[in-house]
C-alpha cells in the first residue's frame, strides 16, 4: 500500500474544533428560525387556526432556516476577516517554503464542444505565468476532449498543435479526444486517470474557462505536500471577463460578497469541505482508490451516472478519512460564467438533475454527516425555488377561500406580542428582509476596512451604488428563478431528464429567443397580478416585486444580456471588480490574445465542415490526425474501443466511398465521426482526394478543394 493510501489519522484538534464550530453555527441558525418562526405561528393564531395554515407554517420554518444559514454565513464570515481566522488550511502550517521537487502535478482541462480557441488561450495563459514562477518541470498540462462535433475535434487538434508548437511545449502539453463520452465529465478525469493517473502525484481539475496564476497553483502544490492527510483543496474562483449587464453583476456580487460568505462557510466546515468540480487541486491516488463513482439504479432522471460529481466524490474522500480544504483565501483562481438569463438557467437545468440525484447518495452507507449536509443543502437549494412557490400559492388560498366563503375574519390578540395584526406582519416581513440583506451589509462594512480592495471596486460609494442596482436586479429575477427551478424539479419528478449539451458562454440574447423562454412567465405574472388586483388591491401592491420581475421577463433578459448596457455601467463605475481595476497579468495576456484570435476570425473562411475538410485535405492536419490515431490504437485500452465502434470495419470502407462520391452532407454526424476515428480511412481519403478526377467527386469536395486552393 502506498503512502497516498494509507489510512490517516483524523488531526484531533481540528475535529474537536469543526465539532463546536458546527454546532455553535447551526445553533445560532436554529434559534433564530425557532424565534421568528414563532412570531409567524402566533401571526396565523390571531386569525384562526386550519389546514392550510399549518401548510404555510412548515413551509416558513423551511425557507427561513436556509435563510438563516446564508445570513450566519455572512455574520460569522464577517467577524471572522475582521480577527483573522488560524483555522484555515493556509495557516496550519507554514507552506510556502516546502519544496515541490518531487511533486509532479497534472493540470488537465475537460471539453466537450466548446469554444476552442478560448480553452488554448486560457491554457496558454496558465502555462505562461506558470513558467514565470521556475516550476514548470513539475507540471504537464492535457486537454481531454469528450466532443462530439467532428468539427470542433479537428480544431482542438490543430490549435493544440500549434500551441505546442508556439510554446514549445513538446511533452508538456498533450491532448487526448476519449472513443466513448461513458460517464460524462467524470468519466473523462476517470480515463485519463486510467491511463495516466500513476504518473502523477497530483492533478489539477479546470474547466474549460478555467484560469489559475502560477503562484496559485505552486501554492496548491506546496500546501499538499505539507499536508499529507489532505486528498483535495479547492479553490474559490472569481468570476472575470464579463461584458454584458447581467454578467457584469453576477461578477460584481461574486468578488464582494463572496468572501465574507466563503468565510463563513469554511468557519464549520474546516477539514470536511465540498469540491466544486474545478479550479481545486487533487491527490491522484486515494482520488483513483475511492472515487470511482457507481451508477444510480433505476433510470434517468434519477439513475444512471451522477452528474453532479463533485459532491460525492469529495463526500467519498471523506469517507475514507481523508480531508477536504477550502482554500478561500488564495487569490488567482478565475473563472467564467454565462452572459444571461436564459443561459444561467440552462446551466442551473444541468446542475438542478445532479443535484437531485443525491437524494439517493444521502443514503449511501459510511458517509459523514458533514457530507450529507453538503449533498441536502445542494438539494435544498433547488428545492427552495417550488417551495417558495407553493407558500406564496398557499398564502393566497387562504386570503381567497376567505373571500369566497365570506366568512369574517376575527382577529384575537397575540400571544408573544401585543400588536396590531398590520404590525405584526410588517415586523416579520422586516425581519425576513433584515436576514437577507445582512450578508451585503456586513460585504459593504467589510470594505471599509481594506482601503486597497476598497479602491479595486471603485469606492465604497461605487460599491454601495452597485450593491442597490443589483438588489434591485435580484428582486425582479428571483421570481423567475424560483418558476425555473419548479419546472425543473417537477419535469424531473416526472422522469424527463437534461441533455448533455455545450454551455453557451458568449452572445445576446434576441427578442425572439426570449419571448419563447419567458413567455410562459409573462402570462403566470399577467394572471397572477389580475388575480391579486381583484382579490385585494392593497395586496397587489405587497406582490408588485414578485410579479414584475414576470410580467417584464422578456426585456429584462434581453437588455441584461447586451453588452453596450454593461459597458455603459463601467463607464459610470457600476459593479467594478478587482480583476476590472487591477487586473492580474494572466488575464491581460488572455483578453489580447483573444482580441488577436477575433480579428484574425473575421477574417477567416468559416465553410459548413470545414474541419472534416480540413483534416483530408490539408497534409499537416492530416498528418497531426492519423499521428493522433495511431497512437491511441497502440493503447490495449482504447484499441477495444475502436473495435467496438467499428473502425476499419466493411461498413467504414462503404461509408468511406460514399464520403468521397457524395459528400459529409449524406453521413450522419456518427458517420463523420467512425470514419475520422480510422486512421487507415483518413490517410486514403487525404491521398484520393488529391489523385482522383474532379468528376468522380461530389460537388461539395470539388468546392471545398477549390477554397482550400485560393486560401
Given at each position: 500500500m502506498s503512502a497516498d493510501t494509507k489510512p490517516i489519522p483524523r488531526i484531533i484538534p481540528i475535529a474537536k474544533t469543526r465539532t463546536r464550530r458546527l454546532f455553535v453555527f447551526y445553533s445560532a441558525a436554529l434559534l433564530l428560525t425557532g424565534a421568528v418562526s414563532l412570531l409567524f405561528a402566533d401571526l396565523l393564531y390571531r386569525t384562526g387556526w386550519s389546514h392550510s395554515r399549518t401548510l404555510l407554517l412548515i413551509l416558513f420554518v423551511i425557507l427561513f432556516f436556509l435563510a438563516s444559514v446564508g445570513c450566519m454565513h455572512g455574520i460569522f464570515?464577517?467577524?471572522?476577516?475582521?480577527?483573522?481566522?488560524?483555522?484555515?488550511?493556509?495557516?496550519?502550517?507554514?507552506?510556502?517554503?516546502?519544496?515541490?521537487?518531487?511533486?509532479?502535478?497534472?493540470?488537465?482541462?475537460?471539453?466537450?464542444?466548446?469554444?476552442?480557441?478560448?480553452?488554448?488561450?486560457?491554457?496558454?495563459?496558465?502555462?505562461?505565468?506558470?513558467?514565470?514562477?521556475?516550476?514548470?518541470?513539475?507540471?504537464?498540462?492535457?486537454?481531454?476532449?469528450?466532443?462530439?462535433?467532428?468539427?470542433?475535434?479537428?480544431?482542438?487538434?490543430?490549435?493544440?498543435?500549434?500551441?505546442?508548437?508556439?510554446?514549445?511545449?513538446?511533452?508538456?502539453?498533450?491532448?487526448?479526444?476519449?472513443?466513448?463520452?461513458?460517464?460524462?465529465?467524470?468519466?473523462?478525469?476517470?480515463?485519463?486517470?486510467?491511463?495516466?493517473?500513476?504518473?502523477?502525484?497530483?492533478?489539477?481539475?479546470?474547466?474549460?474557462?478555467?484560469?489559475?496564476?502560477?503562484?496559485?497553483?505552486?501554492?496548491?502544490?506546496?500546501?499538499?505536500?505539507?499536508?499529507?492527510?489532505?486528498?483535495?483543496?479547492?479553490?474559490?474562483?472569481?468570476?472575470?471577463?464579463?461584458?454584458?449587464?447581467?454578467?457584469?453583476?453576477?461578477?460584481?456580487?461574486?468578488?464582494?460578497?463572496?468572501?465574507?460568505?466563503?468565510?463563513?462557510?469554511?468557519?464549520?466546515?474546516?477539514?470536511?469541505?465540498?469540491?466544486?468540480?474545478?479550479?481545486a487541486i487533487i491527490r491522484a491516488e486515494p482520488f483513483m482508490q475511492f472515487c470511482d463513482l457507481p451508477r444510480l439504479p433505476g433510470h434517468k432522471p434519477f439513475g444512471g451516472y451522477i452528474l453532479s460529481h463533485d459532491f460525492v466524490e469529495a463526500a467519498l474522500l471523506l469517507r475514507e478519512n481523508r480531508a477536504v480544504w477550502l482554500a478561500y483565501d488564495l487569490e488567482g483562481s478565475y473563472e467564467e460564467a454565462p452572459q444571461g438569463m436564459i443561459e444561467n438557467a440552462q446551466r442551473d437545468r444541468r446542475w438542478c438533475q445532479g443535484n437531485l440525484q443525491h437524494g439517493l447518495v444521502l443514503f449511501f452507507r459510511g458517509l459523514r454527516g458533514v457530507s450529507r449536509l453538503h449533498l441536502l443543502f445542494g438539494i435544498m437549494g433547488y428545492?427552495?425555488?417550488?417551495?417558495?412557490?407553493?407558500?406564496?400559492?398557499?398564502?393566497?388560498?387562504?386570503?381567497?377561500?376567505?373571500?369566497?366563503?365570506?366568512?369574517?375574519?376575527?382577529?384575537?390578540?397575540?400571544?408573544?406580542?401585543?400588536?396590531?395584526?398590520?404590525?405584526?406582519?410588517?415586523?416579520?416581513?422586516?425581519?425576513?428582509?433584515?436576514?437577507?440583506?445582512?450578508?451585503?451589509?456586513?460585504?459593504?462594512?467589510?470594505?471599509?476596512?481594506?482601503?486597497?480592495?476598497?479602491?479595486?471596486?471603485?469606492?465604497?460609494?461605487?460599491?454601495?451604488?452597485?450593491?442597490?442596482?443589483?438588489?434591485?436586479?435580484?428582486?425582479?429575477?428571483?421570481?423567475?428563478?424560483?418558476?425555473?427551478?419548479?419546472?425543473?424539479?417537477?419535469?424531473?419528478?416526472?422522469?424527463?431528464?437534461?441533455?448533455?449539451?455545450?454551455?453557451?458562454?458568449?452572445?445576446?440574447t434576441t427578442w425572439t429567443f426570449a419571448l419563447r423562454r419567458h413567455w410562459g412567465h409573462m402570462l403566470i405574472g399577467i394572471v397572477w397580478s389580475v388575480f391579486l388586483w381583484a382579490l385585494k388591491p392593497s395586496l397587489f401592491w405587497w406582490f408588485t416585486p414578485v410579479c414584475a420581475g414576470m410580467v417584464f421577463s422578456v426585456p429584462l433578459s434581453v437588455w441584461t444580456s447586451r453588452i453596450a448596457p454593461g459597458a455603459r455601467a463601467r463607464q459610470l463605475g457600476l459593479f467594478l471588480t478587482p480583476e476590472e481595476t487591477e487586473p492580474p497579468p494572466e488575464l491581460i495576456s488572455l483578453r489580447a490574445r483573444l482580441k488577436i484570435q477575433e480579428i484574425i476570425g473575421q477574417t477567416a473562411l468559416h465553410r459548413k465542415h470545414a474541419g472534416v475538410s480540413e483534416a483530408v485535405l490539408d497534409p499537416y492536419i492530416n498528418a497531426i490526425h492519423v499521428?493522433?490515431?495511431?497512437?491511441?490504437?497502440?493503447?490495449?485500452?482504447?484499441?477495444?474501443?475502436?473495435?467496438?465502434?467499428?473502425?476499419?470495419?466493411?461498413?467504414?470502407?462503404?461509408?468511406?466511398?460514399?464520403?468521397?462520391?457524395?459528400?459529409?452532407?449524406?453521413?450522419?454526424?456518427?458517420?463523420?465521426?467512425?470514419?475520422?476515428?480510422?486512421?487507415?480511412?483518413?490517410e486514403w481519403l487525404h491521398e484520393q482526394i488529391w489523385l482522383r478526377p474532379g468528376a468522380t467527386l461530389a460537388p461539395w469536395w470539388r468546392a471545398a478543394i477549390q477554397e482550400y486552393k485560393q486560401e
Open positions: 464570515g464577517f467577524f471572522l476577516r475582521r480577527i483573522s481566522d488560524r483555522m484555515r488550511i493556509t495557516q496550519l502550517k507554514d507552506f510556502r517554503n516546502a519544496g515541490i521537487a518531487d511533486a509532479s502535478t497534472a493540470i488537465v482541462f475537460p471539453v466537450f464542444n466548446e469554444n476552442v480557441i478560448r480553452v488554448c488561450e486560457g491554457l496558454r495563459a496558465v502555462y505562461e505565468s506558470l513558467q514565470k514562477t521556475g516550476t514548470l518541470e513539475h507540471f504537464d498540462f492535457f486537454i481531454l476532449s469528450d466532443s462530439t462535433d467532428p468539427d470542433k475535434w479537428v480544431e482542438e487538434q490543430r490549435c493544440w498543435f500549434d500551441l505546442v508548437r508556439e510554446l514549445d511545449a513538446l511533452g508538456k502539453i498533450y491532448y487526448r479526444r476519449r472513443l466513448d463520452n461513458e460517464g460524462r465529465k467524470s468519466g473523462n478525469i476517470r480515463d485519463f486517470l486510467n491511463c495516466w493517473g500513476r504518473r502523477y502525484r497530483y492533478f489539477i481539475a479546470c474547466d474549460a474557462d478555467s484560469v489559475m496564476r502560477g503562484e496559485t497553483l505552486v501554492d496548491l502544490v506546496k500546501l499538499m505536500e505539507t499536508h499529507p492527510e489532505v486528498a483535495l483543496i479547492q479553490t474559490v474562483p472569481g468570476l472575470v471577463n464579463a461584458e454584458t449587464l447581467f454578467g457584469r453583476m453576477q461578477q460584481f456580487s461574486n468578488r464582494l460578497y463572496g468572501p465574507v460568505f466563503i468565510t463563513g462557510l469554511n468557519f464549520w466546515m474546516l477539514d470536511m469541505g465540498n469540491y466544486w468540480g474545478h479550479n428545492l427552495a425555488g417550488p417551495l417558495w412557490l407553493a407558500f406564496l400559492i398557499t398564502f393566497n388560498w387562504i386570503l381567497w377561500y376567505q373571500k369566497h366563503t365570506g366568512l369574517s375574519v376575527i382577529t384575537m390578540r397575540g400571544i408573544l406580542i401585543d400588536l396590531s395584526g398590520t404590525a405584526h406582519a410588517l415586523l416579520i416581513f422586516i425581519i425576513c428582509m433584515t436576514v437577507l440583506m445582512i450578508p451585503k451589509f456586513l460585504a459593504l462594512v467589510d470594505l471599509l476596512f481594506d482601503s486597497r480592495r476598497r479602491r479595486a471596486f471603485g469606492g465604497l460609494a461605487r460599491a454601495g451604488a452597485g450593491v442597490v442596482a443589483e438588489t434591485v436586479f435580484s428582486t425582479l429575477h428571483a421570481p423567475l428563478q424560483m418558476l425555473w427551478h419548479t419546472r425543473f424539479v417537477v419535469t424531473n419528478l416526472l422522469g424527463v431528464s437534461v441533455g448533455w449539451k455545450t454551455q453557451k458562454r458568449e452572445g445576446s499521428s493522433l490515431l495511431r497512437e491511441k490504437t497502440s493503447n490495449p485500452l482504447y484499441a477495444e474501443q475502436f473495435e467496438m465502434m467499428g473502425v476499419g470495419s466493411a461498413k467504414t470502407r462503404l461509408l468511406v466511398e460514399k464520403f468521397l462520391a457524395e459528400g459529409p452532407d449524406k453521413i450522419t454526424p456518427d458517420e463523420r465521426l467512425l470514419i475520422m476515428a480510422d486512421a487507415n480511412a483518413m
